[in-house]
């Protein structure tokens, strides 16, 4: 079982800059690949942001690449998302979750564990 908690969320201008943090209970955490995901209001969930089990990997959506960066630290079992340049369409609720994935790593079915979740509002 792994436990997810996320941190680090809030309310930024536009143009500014949050890191997010999602901390892992469990001694497995090394060995899942972590993912970022993102829901707003009326909208499905997103996939934002993955990297692999090692650190060595790292995969975005689209719609955040260059802006946001994706990072782990296996010694303190966190999993992190930078988010520079924040536009008022990334507001939304960002979800970090765990999973043995080897691909796909932008499916949220891939995943076993999510967190509950942290608000990122960004104001214009």
């Known amino acids: 079982q792994v436990q997810l908690v996320e941190s680090g969320g809030g309310l930024v201008q536009a143009g500014g800059s949050l890191r997010l943090s999602c901390a892992a209970s469990g001694r497995t955490f090394s060995s899942y690949a972590m993912g970022w995901f993102r829901q707003a209001p009326g909208k499905e969930r997103e996939f934002v942001a993955a990297?692999?089990?090692?650190?060595?990997?790292?995969y975005y959506g689209d719609s955040v690449k260059g802006r946001f960066t994706i990072s782990r630290d296996n010694a303190k079992n966190t999993v992190y998302l930078q988010m520079n340049s924040l536009k008022p369409e990334d507001t939304a609720v960002y979800y970090c979750a765990a999973g043995e994935i080897y691909d796909s790593h932008y499916d949220p079915y891939q995943y076993d564990y999510w967190g509950q979740g942290t608000q990122v509002t960004v104001s214009s």
């Open positions: 990297i692999s089990w090692s650190g060595g990997s790292t």
